[in-house]
């Protein structure tokens, strides 16, 4: 046990990760052993550009040297203190994700979804202590078709059957409105709505992007009925959509904002939920916690993190570059092409035919695309990706779908 490997093969490596691991996900079958920018490298030293950047975790590119340095310099000092004591990163995050958004507080998690569920705690919270809802009777309304992480409360409410199927059962206490319809929203609100959830473009659907202004009239009525507008920015946020967020097409400010993937570069886990002091001071010492949550070794990566999204302005790259990506794709002819959306660089292809054999044609010609939702690409490349490359990326699209097209 524990022997080094060295010679072991690609196929050997399938094979083991088929028999001992979970099946709960369906990976293209390249294994990448190293990555840098925008590129992954196989075991076999092939190199591919990458297209999904981890669902944009890697916005930053992949093994970012500034926040490999950061990493590596506290990962020397101190890891993991818990919040049992402070330790002299934390605060330094803090002011960091105030000055850079804007929000006045914020409550450090690890993966996204434990940050969403620490944003339907705090609302709950607030529901009964703020606004006064009568106890368990709190009602948080959530979009349809949303994906908002795995946990049994979240795909509780998720629309997507497989999601849910057996997982039952649920926590009570959601129900879904239409995205992109706010009149559904406002015949929806009852004296019991603490908060609506929502993506401002929704990811996994497929890059839905709702009609402008949609978020505008929301927050409207969310401020009228005195219901908290939570916006989940863990895969739109942090540049992707050409904004730092992708609320800001809209010119709003949500009452919560939660973010993960980006906020670390892909190092480490390091998700957060961002709000006003009147929604997060609803948490008492013991109220709510998470052993890693808000560690020194998180808050130096997060840190270093966001500071490539500014010092980099990976907002405005991703802006310029998705318009240049948007007009080549959507003046490509090929009759599989059904539609072509997105924001920034961030762009769903819904296509006529099936994306996973179109994904691995691609794969076979050095792109890494994932379908979702069956007959969508999603492109989402790290927001540090050159011209050149992106172009190069969109030609090999253009010959794949070319192909497929005339195939029909
Ligand atoms: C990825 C994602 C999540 C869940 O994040 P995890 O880190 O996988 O738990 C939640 N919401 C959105 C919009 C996401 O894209």
Redesign the pocket.
């Known amino acids: 046990m524990f022997v080094d490997e060295t010679a072991i093969s690609p196929s050997e490596l399938v094979e083991l990760e088929e028999r001992y691991g979970a099946h709960n996900y369906h990976p293209l079958d390249v294994v990448i052993e190293r990555a840098a920018g925008a590129w992954v490298y196989d075991v076999e030293g092939r190199r591919y550009l990458d297209f999904l950047a981890a669902?944009?975790a890697v916005n930053q590119g992949h093994c970012h040297p500034a926040i490999l340095k950061a990493m590596t310099e506290q990962a020397k000092r101190v890891t993991l203190t818990s919040r049992a004591f402070r330790n002299d990163q934390l605060p330094l995050l803090y002011r960091d994700l105030h000055e850079m958004t804007g929000f006045e507080m914020a409550l450090p998690m690890n993966?996204?979804?434990?940050a969403?569920e620490t944003a339907l705690k705090a609302a709950r919270k607030w529901g009964e202590t703020v606004k006064g809802v009568p106890v368990g009777q709190g009602e948080i309304l959530v979009a349809a078709n949303n994906?908002?992480?795995?946990t049994i409360s979240v795909v509780g409410f998720s629309s997507e059957t497989q999601y849910r199927a057996g997982f039952g059962p649920f926590p009570a206490g959601f129900r879904q409105v239409a995205f992109g319809d706010a009149e559904a929203l406002r015949e929806a609100i009852t004296p019991n709505t603490v908060a609506f959830l929502v993506?401002p473009i929704q990811?996994?659907a497929g890059i839905i992007v709702p009609p402008a202004g949609y978020l505008r009239q929301t927050a409207q009525l969310c401020r009228e009925h005195n219901v908290l507008l939570m916006c989940?920015?863990?895969?739109?946020g942090l540049g992707r959509t050409g904004k730092l967020f992708a609320f800001e097409h809209d010119g709003i400010r949500p009452d919560v904002c939660?973010v993960?993937?980006a906020l670390s570069g892909g190092f480490y886990?390091v998700?957060a939920v961002l709000a006003s002091r009147e929604v997060l001071r609803v948490f008492a010492p013991g109220d709510h916690g998470s052993t890693f949550g808000g560690n020194p070794l998180a808050c130096a990566v997060a840190r270093a993190a966001l500071r490539v999204v500014v010092e980099e302005q990976l907002s405005e790259r991703s802006a310029e570059l998705g318009v240049y990506a948007l007009e080549r794709l959507r003046a490509m002819q090929h009759k599989v092409i059904a539609e072509v959306r997105g924001k920034g660089l961030w762009i769903g292809i819904e296509l006529t035919v099936k994306a996973r054999p179109i994904c691995e044609a691609l794969e076979r010609r050095g792109l890494l695309c994932k379908e979702t939702h069956d007959t969508v690409i999603r492109l989402a490349p790290p927001l540090v990706i050159s011209r050149e490359d992106l172009a190069w990326g969109i030609d090999q699209i253009d010959a794949v779908l070319g192909q497929s097209s005339a195939g029909l």
């Open positions: 669902y944009s993966s996204g979804v434990e969403v994906f908002h992480g795995r993506e990811g996994e989940d920015e863990i895969q739109s939660i993960g993937k886990p998700s």
